[in-house]
């Protein structure tokens, strides 16, 4: 019982700590931005509102919560030693890796920099150096680098069960530029969380802790005899990606393993610097490099792949669907191909226009799912309801608007820099 009451209090004291401290209300605020910055770029290229960013931060917020407490109770196990100047090292990190791409705000690029640093630093002797500068190096010297891609591979594993769970709320079409110089559909995945963590770390002296743990974490050993204290540490995770040839499905699940995997190699590289510091190095460039190889993978597989969301001669090809329209209810699915419509073959919107209007309160639609087979669908139609039944098409060559598929850095997002250009025109529009 006094463990529990101990265990409680002390979560009490971190969690106020995570509410004083900025860093978790600058996630939720980048957040933010972030879902603004998709919904014009929505309404520009298709004149609708696909998301309603309330419900996705509200659900965002949760999910993260979630995320947390598992993460934390997995730490708690694993003995990640952490201290409030950990803290401001990972996010002032993070807070500059991310002015040049927003997806760098993932803390294996701060935390595996850090290492590299920490390394450089041991090579230079700073005996006659300034205060100010024997205190950081000392400050940098004493980060559980380890530790630290511990809790990077628990997070990364936590945002590949995130993605597998939550991947088809998280992703937007786009129109984007494709090779020589044809527009072709797309979608970002995009999902941010922000995840606040309640970490157990030893406690300097006997009574710093009104009790001591009834379990050993796996790394410290003896470190944790004086006790335990439990610090606040609000961390973010969250990815982007861009496919021209995949289903959103499928490339949330090619997304969820390869975080996965990340995340189980990295487990056994810190485990291992954990045991023998000299690995902290080699740890730290994993780090880097494997999450980089991931993105390096990613964009090299759709450069070599042809683009699916594109028109043929069997007929139009659906991009994505409104929620909440006649298309959304009779079940028609992004990378499908609209066949027939009242008995009409379509192979253009101005053909797909007259199908619709031959029966105003009635059609008949004949599609083709995913493996090509013939799918027969019927619906009365009603006043006041989307012109062609909620459907997105992949853009054709009367298409003016393409989205911005380059990565946008923090800078671009607060200054809400440019999301849509204008097709054969150097203007854009936000």
Known sequence: MDIAMELLRQAGTAALQLLIQPFYYIAVLLIVLLYFRQTRMERKLFHVRLQVWPILLVRTLVSGLAAGIVVSLAA?????????????????????????????????????????????????????????????A?????????????????MHAAESLLLRRQGSRIVSPMFLEGKRGRLVGGFQLQGYWPVPL??????????????????????????????????????????????????????????????????????????????WPPLTLTAALCALLLHEAMVWISSRREAQSSPLYVHDDRGLRVLAVVPGTPADELGIMAGEILYKVNGHRVRTKEELYEALHENSAFCKLEVLNHEGQIKFMQRARFAGEHHQLGVILAPDERADYYAASKPASLLDVVRRERTVYQRDSSSFTQ
Request: net charge negative; glycine share 10%.
């Open 198 to 275: 309640l970490l157990l770390v030893p406690a300097h002296t006997d009574s710093a802790a009104a009790a001591l743990l009834p379990w050993t974490p796996l790394f410290g050993g003896d470190i944790w005899a004086a006790g335990f204290t439990m610090i606040g540490l609000p961390m973010v995770i969250g990815f982007s990606e861009v496919t021209r040839s995949l289903l959103p499905g499928q490339q949330v699940k090619q997304t969820s393993k390869g975080l996965l995997f990340y995340s189980l190699l990295l487990i056994l590289i810190a485990g291992a610097a954990a045991w």
């Open 138 to 154: 000392e400050s940098l010297a004493s980060l559980d680098i380890p530790g630290l891609l511990l809790l990077v591979a628990l």
């Open 76 to 136: 708690a196990f694993i003995g990640v030693m952490i201290t409030p100047e950990a803290i401001y090292w990972i996010w002032g990190m993070a807070a500059i890796l991310v002015l040049f791409r927003v997806r760098f705000l993932c803390f294996a690029y701060s935390v595996g920099l850090l290492g590299i640093l920490q390394w450089l630093i041991g090579w230079f002797d700073l005996s006659g150096s300034g205060e100010w500068i024997k205190a950081t």
